[in-house]
């Protein structure tokens, strides 16, 4: 089956800690994406990819970092310079600006 | 700074009414996205309407596109109680590659 794999589902870090979230796709799709949304907001993108070996901000890339060291995959890093990384973390992908293909998301709490 | 506005927040209506949700965004565009998201779910595209075009259909779904405007319509016609759901758009800026922008959605409600 093609599509778009988020894990885990729900994760819990103490505060101080980095945590990594996973995102991998096998639609063989350039673009991917990470978001973030909180109760009730919309979606504010963190970082998003181009190609391989590349990476741009989005609106709210403090206290987070990616990589991008294949077409597949895009873990996200949530530091520990994240003052307020309780919410639920959303990966997508797509091909150039066409439609974006999304996870079922991760619920990140700090404890 | 979050591209795309909806409006109303929150709609409620019974089943079978139809359904207008309004975007508008601020920059000039190359295309516009609309996505579905039910509750702590991922988001699923439902209708992508690029800067050149106006109006498209899919099934019951009716999206427009005014850019002199800036803003745009999602129309859901004969709505089912399975519509109920968070609708978000989603812009393309021009000149931005690939960045993708959302707006902070609009609740539907749809009453059985």
């Known amino acids: 089956d093609g599509g778009i794999t988020q894990s885990p589902k729900y994760l819990f870090r103490k505060e101080g800690q980095n945590v990594t979230l996973s995102c991998e796709q096998n639609?063989?799709?350039?673009?991917m994406y990470w978001y973030r949304q909180d109760p009730g907001q919309g979606l504010r993108l963190i970082y998003y990819?181009?190609?391989?070996?590349?990476?741009q901000k989005g609106d709210i890339a403090e206290g987070y970092s990616v990589s991008r060291e294949k077409k597949e995959s895009f873990p996200l890093t949530v530091t520990s310079a994240q003052k307020n990384p309780t919410a639920f973390y959303l990966c997508?992908?797509?091909?150039?600006?066409?439609?974006?293909?999304f996870g079922q998301g991760t619920r990140l709490t700090v404890v | 700074s979050q591209q795309g506005e909806e409006d109303p927040q929150a709609l409620s209506i019974q089943e079978g009414e139809n359904a207008t949700m309004n975007c508008s965004y601020k920059?000039?565009?190359?295309?516009l996205q609309w996505y579905r998201q039910n509750s702590g779910r991922g988001l699923v595209h439902l209708i992508l309407?690029?800067?050149?075009?106006r109006e498209k259909h899919s099934g019951r779904l009716r999206v427009t596109l005014d850019t002199s405007k800036k803003s745009s319509s999602l129309l859901i016609t004969a709505s089912r109680a399975a519509d109920t759901a968070s609708y978000f758009c989603?812009?393309?800026?021009?000149?931005?590659?690939?960045?993708?922008?959302f707006g902070k959605g609009t609740l539907l409600t749809v009453n059985p």
């Open positions: 309407i690029r800067s050149n075009e």
């Open positions: 639609l063989n799709h350039d673009a």
């Open positions: 997508a992908s797509s091909i150039g600006q066409g439609p974006a293909f």
């Open positions: 920059t000039s565009i190359n295309n």
């Open positions: 989603a812009t393309h800026p021009r000149g931005s590659n690939y960045k993708l922008t």
């Open positions: 990819s181009q190609i391989v070996n590349d990476f």
